[in-house]
């Protein structure tokens, strides 16, 4: 998958969903996400098919439990110049 375009509260739940799935191997809904969005490289929820979109739901409910207790920061990037 290449991108993420999230256009909702939960994007950060979304992107680690998508990105960093390991955490998320155990939820009840993950096997049916997998088989939903199959080989797709891009997941826009504005153009998903129905199917991705109602398992992605139900994973979404499953994993915001596993979400809560990630160590996510926030950053300023700075950029680095003559290194």
């Given at each position: 998958?290449?991108?993420?375009?999230p256009?909702?509260?939960?994007?950060?739940?979304?992107?680690?969903?998508?990105?960093?799935?390991?955490?998320?191997?155990?939820?009840?809904?993950?096997?049916?996400v997998?088989?939903?969005?199959?080989?797709?490289?891009?997941?826009?929820?504005?153009?998903s098919?129905?199917?991705?979109?109602?398992?992605?739901?139900?994973?979404?409910?499953q994993?915001?439990?596993?979400?809560?207790?990630?160590?996510?920061?926030?950053?300023?990037?700075?950029?680095?110049?003559?290194?």
């Amino acid at each position: 998958m290449e991108s993420l375009v999230p256009d909702e509260p939960d994007g950060l739940l979304d992107a680690t969903i998508a990105f960093f799935p390991v955490n998320y191997e155990e939820c009840a809904a993950f096997a049916a996400v997998l088989d939903a969005v199959g080989s797709a490289e891009v997941l826009d929820f504005g153009e998903s098919a129905d199917e991705i979109l109602a398992a992605w739901a139900e994973l979404r409910e499953q994993a915001r439990p596993i979400f809560a207790g990630l160590n996510i920061w926030l950053a300023d990037l700075v950029p680095v110049n003559g290194t």
